[in-house]
C-alpha cells in the first residue's frame, strides 16, 4: 500500500561531491520502505537520458533545469515526493523553478570545496584543476550560494544519518509525511 499525503519536491542544491546523492537516495530508501510514493531525479541520471541533447554551458545548463523543474512541478502534482538533486549552480534558475512549484523546499547540501575534492571519486576535479574539464562548478565555474535555503545539510560535519534524519524531520515538521 502506497501513502501519498500532498506532493512536494526536495530540491538539493550544493556544489559536486557535496553529498546531495548520497543523502536524498538514504532519504528515499527510507520513505519507500514506508510506503510513500517517490521519484529520484539525479542530475547524473538525468543527463544520460531525459537532457543528454545539452551541453553545460550556461544557456544548456538553464534549460537542464528549466526541464527538470518542469518533470518536478508535475510529480509533485500527482501527489509524489520528489527528491531532486542537482548542482543547479545558479541562483536564479533555482527561483525560477522554485516559483514554479508551490510545495518546494530548498536543500543546501553546504561542504568546502576541499572536502568536495577528497570525495570525488570520478577525477573530476582532478581533470578541471588540472585544465582538461573546462565550465566545471566549483573550479572555474561559480557556484551561487542559496540565500535563504530552507534547510541546510552540513554534510562535511554531519553523518549521512544525521543529515537523512534532518530531510525527514523537515518533511514530518511541514505535514508531508507521518510522524
Not at 556544489?15 to 548520497?22: E, F, Q, V
Not at 537520458?49 to 528549466?66: A, H, M
Not at 534558475?93 to 570545496?113: G, L, M, N, Q, T
Not at 544519518?161 to 515538521?173: A, D, G, P, W, Y
Amino acid at each position: 500500500m502506497t501513502k501519498s499525503l500532498k506532493g512536494v519536491t526536495v530540491w538539493f542544491t550544493g556544489l559536486p561531491c557535496s553529498g546531495k546523492t548520497t543523502v536524498a537516495d538514504r532519504v528515499a530508501h527510507v520513505l519507500q520502505s514506508k510506503g510513500y510514493l517517490v521519484e529520484r531525479l539525479d542530475g547524473d541520471v538525468v543527463r544520460k537520458t531525459l537532457t543528454k541533447d545539452l551541453g553545460f554551458s550556461r544557456e544548456d545548463r538553464d534549460e537542464n533545469l528549466r526541464r527538470i523543474g518542469e518533470l518536478a512541478r508535475q510529480l509533485t502534482s500527482q501527489g509524489k515526493i520528489v527528491l531532486a538533486t542537482f548542482v543547479s549552480p545558479y541562483r536564479d534558475r533555482r527561483d525560477k523553478i522554485r516559483a514554479s512549484i508551490p510545495a518546494f523546499y530548498e536543500v543546501f547540501a553546504r561542504c568546502p570545496v576541499e572536502v568536495c575534492i577528497k570525495r570525488d571519486v570520478k577525477g573530476m576535479y582532478k581533470q578541471a584543476l588540472e585544465g582538461r574539464l573546462k565550465g566545471f562548478t566549483g573550479v572555474d565555474d561559480p557556484y551561487e550560494d542559496p540565500l535563504q535555503p530552507d534547510l541546510i545539510l552540513d554534510t562535511d560535519k554531519e553523518t549521512v544519518e544525521e543529515s537523512t534524519e534532518k530531510v525527514l524531520s523537515f518533511l514530518r515538521e511541514r505535514g508531508y509525511i507521518s510522524k
